[in-house]
């Protein structure tokens, strides 16, 4: 057998969980730079999203005016968004030595579908595991914040006018079961999730991130 030693090392698969208005994206943007100013080539990208048939589910998933989507059509639209975006863009990004920060993943649906829609974790994972074909990340950092702060940083975020989607218009309790599911999962999975509050100062946040990433580079 032989050795190819001129194959790049697999990058790292960093995915960034969390309630909404729980302050993903500036993370994200973060962690990239941080990473690309260490001289490492990244990919930020999103779910729903990714590709452009990945971009064109996730309209339709959240944007209001398309009809009563039922739990288990939501849950398959998720995972055939993501099924296209782990093919077509993380796991190529991802052979070639590519860091990929994404945000959001498959504990989104876990939570979103699963819990707050009540179809199962179990049932959701399988469907998941089909979509991904098995693709974990390497690190999930979980940006941890209530119901009502998530909702008044949107809030914040939009001058002060409520602009939700389809999935931000639940009510707070749905949030609520939200948050306590992502909490499980970390507790069940210790060795890839970082739980941050996301409350925190965003240097502080940060830079715990940052100290996190290094031990795993
Ligand atoms: P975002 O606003 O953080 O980009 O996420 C889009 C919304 O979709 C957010 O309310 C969470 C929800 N969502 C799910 O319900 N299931 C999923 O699998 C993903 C990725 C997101």
């Known amino acids: 057998m032989s050795i190819n030693s001129s194959a790049p090392a697999r990058g790292l698969f960093i995915v960034f969980e969390g309630g909404d208005g729980a302050g993903k994206s500036t993370q994200v943007q973060r962690t990239s730079q941080w990473l690309q100013s260490a001289g490492a080539t990244v990919l930020t990208t999103r779910e729903p999203g990714g590709t452009q048939i990945s971009e064109e589910l996730r309209s339709l998933v959240l944007d209001h005016g398309h009809g009563e989507i039922d739990a288990r059509t939501e849950a398959l639209m998720y995972a055939a968004a993501r099924a296209a975006h782990v093919q077509q863009v993380i796991i190529p990004a991802l052979d070639a030595g590519t860091h990929v920060i ?11 579908q699963g819990v707050g829609r009540g179809l199962g974790v179990d049932a959701v994972a399988a469907i998941n595991s089909f979509a991904t074909g098995g693709l974990h990340p390497d690190a999930t950092i979980l940006l ?24 931000e218009s639940e009510p707070d309790d749905f949030h609520e079961r939200i948050r306590m599911a992502f909490k499980e999962l970390a507790a069940e999975n210790p060795q890839r999730y970082l739980v941050l509050d996301a409350t925190e100062d965003i240097e502080q946040l940060q830079s715990q991130i940052v100290t996190h990433l290094t031990g795993l580079l």
């Open 102 to 112: 994404c945000d959001r993943f498959v504990d989104s649906s876990l939570a979103y």
């Open 144 to 167: 941890d914040i209530s119901a009502q702060d998530g909702r008044s940083r949107r809030i914040a975020n939009t001058g002060g006018i409520e602009e939700s989607d389809r999935l």
